[in-house]
C-alpha cells in the first residue's frame, strides 16, 4: 500500500475534524450543543455501528482471537500508560503537577472515532469488527489504570467501564456467536448502518469544535508537547509494532494494531483528567501536539507498520 494511498485515506477525517473547528468558531456548532450530540452518539448511533459491523463479520470467525484483542487491548494500554508516567517523573514531572496526568494522555491513543474511518478506509469494515472487540480492553484499561493513576488504583471507578458501546459489543458478540446474523430482517440490518453511519461524522465535528476550543487556552510548555509527541508518534507505536510482530495473532488484529499504532493521544483523556482531579493543562497540551504532528506522521506510520509486520 502506497504512502499516496494511505494519506488518501487519512486526509477526509482530518478535514472532517477541521470542519467541526471552523463550525465551532462561526457558532454553527455552539458548545451548549455538544452533551447532547455526545449523549446520541455514544448511546444510539455508537451501538447500531457496533452491532451492524460485528454480527455475522466474517473476521471474527475465531472467538480466542477475538479475545486475544480484548487482552491486547487492556494490555498495551497500561504498559503505554505507566511507560509514559515513568518518562514523566524522568523529565522531573511531580506527581500532582501533570506527572500522572501526562502518563494518562500519553498512553492512550485514540481508539474510537479517529481510528475507525482509518481502519475502514484502509481495510474494509469488517476489520471495524475487529477494531470495536480491541476497544473493549482498551476501555477497561480506561477506567481501571488510567484513572487509577489519578485516583488510586482502589478508588478506580472500574464500573464506568460497562457503558453503551463495551455493553453493545458484549450483545453483539453474543448475537454473532449465536448465530443471529442470518436471520436479521434486511430493514433492520439497514436501520442499523443508516443510523451507525451518522456516528463518525458527528463525532470527528465534535472533536474538531472540541480542540479549537482548546487552542490557545494554555500557554505551550515545550518539554511536553515535544515529548508527548515523540512517545506517541514514535515510541510507543514502536513498542506496539513490536508486540504485534510478537505475539501469535490474527492478520485482521495485525491490521487493527498498524492502525492504533499511528493514532495520536484520546481527546477524552481531557475530560477525565478535568473530572478526577488530573492537571487539565497537561492533557489538553499533549492532546494538541499529538493531533498535530499525526497529520504528518500517520501515513508514515502506517506504511512502516505494514511493512514492519509483513502486511
Known sequence: MSLLTILTATLPIYLMMIAG???????????????GVMHLTVRLLFPCLIIERIVGNSALANPS???????????????????????????????GAGARTFGLATGFQNYGFVAIPVTQALFGPDLIGVLFTFSVGVEFAMWTVGVGLLT?????????????????????LALHYGGAGPYIPEAIHTFLATLGACAIPLSLLLIGGS?????????????VAITSALMRQ??????????????????????????????????FTIV????????????????????FVSLFTIPVAIRF?????GL
Open 21 to 35: 473547528g471552523v463550525a465551532r468558531k462561526l457558532r454553527w456548532m455552539p458548545k451548549e450543543t455538544d452533551t
Open 211 to 223: 480542540i479549537a476550543d482548546l487552542i490557545g487556552t494554555e500557554p505551550i510548555r515545550w518539554n
Open 152 to 172: 488510586g488504583f482502589s478508588n478506580a471507578p472500574w464500573r464506568q467501564a460497562v457503558n453503551a458501546p463495551v455493553i453493545s459489543t458484549l450483545v453483539a
Open 65 to 95: 482471537q477475538v479475545l486475544l484483542a480484548a487482552v491486547l487491548g487492556f494490555s498495551i494500554a497500561a504498559l503505554a500508560v505507566l511507560v509514559s508516567y515513568l518518562i514523566a517523573r524522568l523529565l522531573g514531572m511531580k506527581s
Open 305 to 309: 507498520g505494514m511493512r514492519f509486520l
Open 234 to 267: 514514535i515510541l510507543l507505536p514502536i513498542m506496539m509494532l513490536a508486540i504485534a510482530a510478537a505475539m501469535p495473532i490474527s492478520h485482521e488484529l495485525k491490521q487493527v494494531l498498524c492502525v492504533q499504532a499511528a493514532m495520536p493521544a484520546a481527546v
Open 272 to 291: 477525565i483528567s478535568r473530572h478526577y482531579g488530573g492537571h487539565a493543562p497537561t492533557a489538553v497540551l499533549v492532546v494538541l501536539a499529538t493531533s
